[in-house]
């Protein structure tokens, strides 16, 4: 019975912790809602702060909210994707 709940205390952690940020990118781009897709476009970004793909997702996900996206455009220009900064927040 140990043996059982160490295996699933194992498979658990694998699928909480072993998440990485390209994962996160995926399932934001796969999520339904504005606020999921910021969401795990943050958590992306937390486990890789240069992650340019993530601020920019995470900007256009703002951008359709009416929330403050510039910030998100800008730092992914910073890490050389600049196609949404120079169109939206020049």
Do not use: E, H
């Not at 059982?4 to 205390?9: D, E, H, Q, V, Y």
């Not at 912790?17 to 999520?31: N, R, S």
């Not at 996206?69 to 169109?87: H, M």
Request: aromatic share 20%; hydrophobic share 40%; glycine share 4%.
């Amino acid at each position: 019975m140990k043996n059982l709940i160490f295996a699933f205390a194992c498979l658990f952690s694998f699928s909480v912790f072993g998440q990485t940020a390209q994962d996160y990118l995926d399932k934001g781009f796969w999520a339904t809602s504005l606020i999921d897709k910021i969401d795990f476009y943050t958590r992306a970004i937390k486990i890789d702060p240069d992650y340019a793909a993530a601020f920019n997702n995470r900007g256009s996900a703002k951008f359709y909210l009416k929330l403050d996206y510039c910030s998100d455009y800008k730092k992914a220009c910073d890490l050389g994707v600049c196609n949404n900064y120079n169109t939206f927040c020049k």
